[in-house]
């Protein structure tokens, strides 16, 4: 267990709808980072946010965006779905803000989102 | 920009035989360099690290060698078991962006 949590594990809706994915990262880590992994992409960065504000920006698309609240957890949104979005979408934590330097990211265990 | 490419999959072995996973990293300064593993139904756990040129990460009989030259860190182990089933990735970082390649999928069969 890592203890990074993501819900929901599963999620399954229409074209054009909005999802909201959340992310709470593990006690004492300021960063948050979103992942999005599919079978054709890979695993690609989407954004990380440290302590409240956005760090750094990845291949995130217009249509989704982010936040991290005071209390550190995170929120991915996700709207006007295309079914290429389906995809497995990770949640990552670290201390610092250059966890990457440590390499210390801890992951969540993903939330599945099926677009029909 | 920044950019990991790592040997496609699938890998096919036979338990207790050598594992090598090839991983090369394009960046303008040098990043530091690790290996993630996943295995089904999980999230990717960091296996073993390298911070500078010629450090050797390791880490459950896993080693790789951060080779200046080459940016390279091949993910080597002597003898896999079953149980290294997963999915392994590759990824280098500096500042705030962790960078990974596509995955391998090892398959190790009894």
């Known amino acids: 267990d890592s203890g990074v949590t993501q819900t929901p594990k599963h999620l399954i809706t229409a074209t054009g709808q909005r999802v909201t994915l959340r992310c709470s990262p593990r006690s004492g880590d300021l960063s948050v980072y979103w992942y999005q992994q599919s079978l054709d992409q890979g695993l690609q960065f989407l954004i990380q946010y440290y302590n409240g504000e956005e760090r750094a920006k990845g291949n995130i698309l217009e249509r989704f965006s982010a936040q991290q609240f005071p209390d550190l957890h995170s929120e991915l949104n996700l709207s006007s779905l295309e079914l290429g979005d389906s995809a497995l979408y990770f949640c990552?934590?670290?201390?610092?803000?250059?966890?990457?330097?440590?390499?210390?990211?801890?992951f969540g265990e993903g939330s599945r989102l099926t677009v029909l | 920009g920044d950019s990991v490419t790592q040997m496609e999959g699938p890998v096919t072995l036979s338990e207790e035989a050598f594992l090598t996973i090839n991983c090369t990293y394009t960046a303008t300064g040098y990043p530091s360099l690790f290996w993630y593993v996943q295995y089904p139904g999980e999230g990717l756990q960091l296996l073993l690290k390298?911070?500078?040129?010629?450090d050797k990460g390791s880490n459950k009989g896993f080693e790789a060698t951060y080779r200046k030259e080459t940016t390279s860190f091949h993910l080597e182990k002597g003898s896999v078991q079953v149980s290294d089933s997963a999915v392994y990735f590759c990824?280098?970082?500096?500042?705030?962006?962790?960078?990974f390649g596509g995955g391998t999928r090892l398959m190790v069969k009894p």
């Open positions: 390298a911070t500078k040129a010629d």
């Open positions: 990824g280098g970082g500096a500042g705030n962006m962790l960078t």
């Open positions: 990552a934590s670290s201390v610092a803000s250059a966890g990457v330097k440590t390499g210390e990211l801890f």
